[in-house]
């Protein structure tokens, strides 16, 4: 069973920046995808950045430019620069793990990210 352990979440003004932090630990198992998905009061779960195994990204369009996701493999570690934050960026964000066939996928417990003035 993987443990992931979410940090970096807080309060920050418009145009302000925030680094999330997600170190895996406990059983063994190829990590193919590390990604960050985040929930919104009263609005579905989406995906904001994902890194797969290859190194290729993908970013959700209200992010590009943004947002950089990135990984470090010795470490299981996978981070979101978020820069030039809006309001409509706060939600709760999730960070996940994913075998490269999707028989393990694991959930962080979230991390609240707040930008209001």
């Known amino acids: 069973q993987a443990q992931l352990v979410e940090s970096g979440g807080g309060l920050v003004q418009p145009g302000g920046s925030l680094r999330l932090s997600c170190a895996v630990s406990?059983?063994?198992?190829?990590?193919?995808?590390m990604g960050w998905y985040r929930q919104a009061p009263g609005k579905q779960r989406e995906m904001v950045a994902v890194?797969?195994?290859?190194?290729?990204?993908n970013y959700a369009d209200s992010v590009k430019g943004r947002f950089t996701i990135s990984r470090d493999n010795a470490k299981n570690t996978v981070y979101l620069q978020m820069n030039s934050l809006k309001p409509e960026d706060t939600a709760v964000y999730y960070c996940?793990?994913?075998?490269?066939?999707?028989?393990?996928?694991?959930w962080g417990q979230g991390t609240q990210v707040t930008v209001s003035s």
């Open positions: 996940n793990v994913r075998s490269r066939f999707g028989v393990d996928s694991y």
């Open positions: 406990g059983s063994t198992f190829s990590i193919y995808s």
């Open positions: 890194i797969t195994g290859t190194g290729n990204t």
